[in-house]
């Protein structure tokens, strides 16, 4: 039995070294019935830290619970409950993805759901009868998907799920994403390079960069708190500090603002300065700058 | 079903769950759910517009904030009766309309006159066509 939890995944303390990346006491929560997105340049950690919640990677130190089950000790049972999809996952070439369906329902008898099953495979438009060898890549990953969600997982976890899909096959992935949610009780986390695709379907969205998490925030407090600010007038040295000056030429400067509410405002023009715009900067944009700064802070110490 | 109503853009500048309230307003106003109807729940809603439950509960917050719905512990959320805040939404659409009809009358050259003339004729509900 899954154990009666609200919490369906729990990292606390979590390292990780790898001889050119680090990774030192990451914390992660997934509540119940919430969708999280990990953002993050390549090599940020983001497909470790989802191997080490499945027990595919171990940690060098730290607590991971998945489900309330123990991970790597329960990592076997938690299989039952939790998926796991990635781009790099192995199928077997020369068998049909009928053949695939078969294997993974003898697997998992207690959970596998054959007409969800036919349902995913008629919505993705694939032919079980075809090899797995001979399918495009988004035909693969839809392959992959329809095994992992047939088995009515508590948590679905998907690296990058969306890559090597096209607009309308992603479009129909999250879709998918929004049927297993419906259920309030499970939980999905995922990777992915499209923001907008975050944006939509998350609750939350962690950015990672480095090995670390940035922020863990729920998208509208995000795009509340990011504003990008022109100015004119004042004196630059009076300039708030955690304002952070991306441009300037003739007088007027454009800086980015992570802390905006209506008090910034009259911070400014008690300063001396003149707002002429303050514009809401777009998830992307608000992860870039992020980025940016973090890594001008370190440019900055060494 | 008015689920199936709620049509959100991602292209549009407004915030999704400022779309959303919009559109329940709309459905307020109009009537078409009336003062004590039942709204969806925050899932249901999540996952027929696809948008997160999180967004869907923030605009919920609002509106409720806002006294246009309220929430009854393990019930739901439902329609409050006619409130100021909507009231005060469909004054602020009456003044668009209202504005537009005042540009329309600049560009016709008419005088102020004129359209208040034609704004009375059509409180007493005469024809503002020709005979």
């Known amino acids: 039995m899954v154990a009666d939890s609200d919490v369906l995944v729990s990292m606390r303390g979590v390292c990780k070294h790898y001889p050119l990346f680090t990774m030192d006491n990451f914390n992660l929560t997934l509540p119940r019935g919430q969708v999280l997105g990990m953002v993050g340049p390549n090599g940020a950690g983001k497909s470790t830290l989802l191997k080490m919640m499945m027990g595919l990677v171990s940690a060098d130190a730290g607590e991971i619970a998945v489900l309330g089950y123990k991970v790597p000790e329960q990592e076997v049972v938690l299989k039952h409950y939790a998926a796991y999809v990635s781009e790099d996952m192995r199928l077997f070439a020369d068998y049909s993805i009928r053949w695939h369906m078969e294997l993974v329902a003898q697997c998992f008898t207690s959970t596998w759901d054959a007409s969800y099953a036919k349902h995913i495979l008629h919505k993705f438009e694939l032919n079980p009868e075809q090899k797995i060898g001979h399918l495009s890549l988004g035909q693969r990953v839809k392959a992959t998907l329809l095994l992992a969600m047939a088995r009515r997982p508590k948590l679905l976890v998907l690296d990058e799920p969306s890559t090597g899909l096209d607009p309308v096959a992603r479009h129909e992935l999250t879709s998918e994403l929004f049927e297993l949610m419906l259920n309030e009780d499970n939980g999905v986390i995922f990777s992915s390079q499209f923001t907008q695709d975050v944006e939509r379907l998350s609750d939350n969205i962690a950015f990672i960069d480095n090995g670390e998490m940035i922020s863990c925030l729920d998208k509208e407090t995000y795009l509340d708190q990011w504003r990008r600010i022109q100015l004119t007038g004042g004196d630059r040295a009076q300039l708030p500090g955690d304002l952070y000056v991306t441009a300037s030429a003739g007088g007027r400067v454009t800086a980015i603002d992570h802390a905006f509410s209506a008090k910034r405002t009259a911070q400014l023009s008690e300063a001396g300065f003149e707002v002429v715009q303050t514009q809401p900067l777009t998830l992307e944009e608000i992860f870039i700058q992020q980025v940016l700064m973090r890594r001008q802070a370190r440019g900055v110490q060494r | ?131």
């Open chain 2, 1 to 131: 079903m008015a689920l199936d109503t709620f049509q959100l853009s991602q292209a549009d500048s407004r915030p999704m769950y400022v779309q959303i309230m919009d559109h329940i307003k709309q459905l307020v106003i109009e009537g078409t759910w009336p003062a004590g109807h039942g709204l969806p729940s925050i899932r249901e809603l999540a996952v027929s517009v696809q948008v997160s439950v999180i967004t869907v509960k923030r605009a919920y917050q609002e509106l409720e904030g806002a006294g246009i719905i309220y929430t009854r512990q393990g019930m739901g959320s439902f329609v409050a009766e006619q409130t100021g805040a909507v009231s005060e939404f469909k004054l602020r659409e009456l003044d668009d309309t209202l504005q537009q009809a005042a540009a329309t009358a600049r560009l016709l050259k008419l005088s102020d006159s004129e359209l208040i003339e034609r704004l009375t004729a059509v409180l007493n509900n005469k024809s503002t066509g020709e005979g």
